[in-house]
């Protein structure tokens, strides 16, 4: 436990995970300094009285005074008042790095361009499912700093590159680094080795690194090594068999798992659930009970998730895929033994939808294009895509075409903004018509 005695402390960033610093240092009689570069952050209504707030920019007295900054993962340490506080010796970190140097319990800590949110959940169901009080945070659903309350047994948390840049303490009992693809780019001006370098960061000290055999980039710096256990589709200790149709999960060489029995569908699901157990394994929690945590689990919401079933069509909502990148994760290996309906549509943000055509390729493929970009989509294949205005329209088309074996896949590689207040509206507008049509 460090000791925060005296110290000038200041906070950058509100909102819950900043009010989550606040409450730290208050609780231990140190009170900070917040600053926050918007007018009116999240946040500021919950902010004690006492806490001396500066808003609208970065106060650079503020932070050349202070002995401690905590700084929000939005704030890239490159900027020009943290480099020089940094250069005059204030020490910087993040509340990662905080709830560290704190966490009496092992810690799982997930990270990777893709797929960490999925993983961190099924962990955490895994351990629930084992009896045991986990506490699942960090860049998805509670600040890490709130789990300390709990009291929990193990914490599961999904880390971002941001925060892994200003943790230093972190020794997980098992760290993983899922995938690396291109992502943040503007915040990593020499490109793809440094946001990797600064994923890297999760496995130092780490008991067990979890690496992916299929993605060299999560390998550690100096190669595999002993303490390295490996996924991946066809290759690693963990991997996925098929024989006669089904898939299985199989662990060195045994097959634990027929996917058949789980809820969630497709290859990069299966690789998540792949390396959610070997994280549950590596940490000791029961194998029966993370299998059994994975045929109950059913996807996060508006992630390849299963909207409706029924008379033998599957429909699936995987709204969240605002890029090409997503799109192309949905349908890389997918199986469908009927015919795939593809909505895609909306705002493109620029984007180069090309990628995406080596994956509608087959008979058994038909486009629905809609939205600000559908006409854009509709040439990746124009044979087989029906344009119309919006999502709605596409779908009463595509109600009576259905046929047993058939599957819908809303993965639209585009943002909703045109046409919906958020992708999550959009996935629920897409589930709402799904029970109605099917």
Not at 68 to 97: R, T, Y
Not at 130 to 144: D, F, Y
Not at 226 to 249: A, K, M, P
């Given at each position: ?7 000038k ?32 952050p ?18 650079e007295?503020w ?11 939005g ?45 961190t ?6 351990a ?28 599961v ?8 840049e ?9 760290a ?19 946001y ?30 002993e ?14 068999n098929?024989q006669?149709?089904?898939?299985w999960?199989?662990?060195k ?6 996917t ?6 497709g ?9 959610a ?13 993370s299998?059994?945590a ?8 508006h ?51 090309s ?5 509608l390729?087959?008979s ?17 294949r124009s ?14 088309l595509?109600g009576p ?6 599957l ?7 943002a909703?903004l045109?046409?919906?207040k ?5 996935g ?11």
């Amino acid at each position: 436990m460090a000791d925060y005695q005296g110290k000038k402390v200041v906070i950058i960033g509100l909102g819950l995970t900043g009010l989550s610093c606040v409450d730290f240092f208050l609780a231990r009689g140190v009170t900070p300094r917040v600053m926050d570069t918007r007018i009116a952050p999240a946040g500021l209504d919950k902010l004690p009285a006492a806490v001396e707030r500066h808003l609208g920019s970065l106060n650079e007295d503020w932070l050349l005074a202070a002995d401690l900054i905590i700084a929000s993962p939005g704030m890239a340490l490159a900027l020009p008042a943290l480099s020089k506080a940094a250069e005059n010796g204030v020490e910087i970190i993040g509340d990662i790095e905080l709830f560290c140097r704190e966490a009496q319990a092992p810690i799982v800590a997930i990270t990777g361009s893709n797929g960490k949110s999925t993983v961190t959940t099924l962990v955490g169901e895994m351990a629930k499912a084992a009896g045991v009080n986990v506490g699942v945070g960090g860049n998805i659903g509670l600040p890490a700093l709130m789990l300390l309350e709990q009291h929990c047994e193990l914490y599961v948390l999904e880390l971002s590159s941001f925060q892994l840049e200003t943790t230093h303490s972190l020794k997980a009992a098992a760290a993983t680094i899922l995938n690396v693809t291109e992502d943040h780019m503007d915040r990593y001006p020499f490109g793809l080795q440094q946001y990797r370098a600064a994923k890297l960061r999760v496995y130092e000290n780490a008991d067990v690194c979890v690496v992916n055999a299929d993605d060299a980039l999560t390998m550690p710096v100096r190669g595999a090594d002993e303490r390295c256990i490996s996924f991946g589709v066809d290759v690693g200790d963990y991997h996925l068999n098929r024989q006669q149709g089904d898939t299985w999960l199989r662990v060195k060489g045994e097959k634990v798992l027929n996917t058949k029995e789980m809820k969630v569908v497709g290859q990069h699901n299966y690789t998540n659930a792949l390396a959610a157990l070997a994280l549950a394994d590596a940490v000791k929690l029961p194998r029966s009970s993370s299998l059994k945590a994975l045929t109950t689990f059913t996807g996060l919401a508006h992630r390849f998730q299963l909207a409706y079933e029924h008379n033998g069509v599957r429909w699936i909502n995987d709204s969240k895929a605002t890029n090409v990148g997503s799109t192309e994760a949905a349908l890389n290996g997918l199986h469908v033994d009927g015919t795939l309906h593809l909505l895609l549509g909306g705002d493109g943000k620029s984007a180069d939808f090309s990628s995406l055509a080596p994956y509608l390729q087959g008979s058994n493929v038909r486009i629905y294009c809609f939205g600000r970009d559908g006409a854009e989509l509709a040439q990746l294949r124009s044979d087989i895509a029906e344009q119309t205005e919006t999502m709605a329209q596409a779908m009463a088309l595509i109600g009576p075409r259905v046929q047993p074996g058939d599957l819908v896949l809303l993965s639209p590689a585009c943002a909703s903004l045109d046409q919906f207040k958020n992708f999550e509206q959009r996935g629920d507008v897409f589930t709402q018509l799904a029970k109605e049509l099917g």
